[in-house]
């Protein structure tokens, strides 16, 4: 079992910036991929970025050049930079890890970008 804790989110206006953290804890072991989904009201959740065990990355085209993922894989622990945010931005933001064969899932924090 794999429990996942994010913390980081909140209010920001547009062009700022926002980290959120997300830490796992139980008997994972080197964590296959790791990354963050966001959820918009009224649209499906989207893949916003992940990062593998080795160090692969893969990046929404929308958040290319302003989103920055990193993991600290002896923490089991993965972050996601988040620059210049626009107001489209605007979510609740869910970490995820692939563990197994099993996908496992934070509580999901809101990002709202707002002037």
């Known amino acids: 079992q794999v429990q996942l804790v994010e913390s980081g989110g909140g209010l920001v206006q547009p062009g700022g910036s926002l980290r959120l953290s997300c830490a796992a804890s139980?008997?994972?072991?080197?964590?296959?991929?790791m990354g963050w989904y966001r959820q918009v009201p009224g649209k499906e959740r989207e893949l916003v970025t992940n990062?593998?065990?080795?160090?692969?990355?893969d990046y929404a085209d929308s958040v290319k050049g302003r989103f920055t993922i990193a993991r600290d894989n002896a923490k089991n622990t993965v972050y996601l930079q988040m620059n210049s945010l626009k107001p489209e931005d605007t979510g609740v933001y869910y970490c995820?890890?692939?563990?197994?064969?099993?996908?496992?899932w934070g509580q999901g924090t809101q990002v709202t970008v707002s002037s």
């Open positions: 990062m593998s065990s080795g160090g692969s990355t």
């Open positions: 139980g008997n994972a072991f080197r964590i296959n991929v």
């Open positions: 995820y890890a692939y563990y197994r064969g099993t996908f496992y």
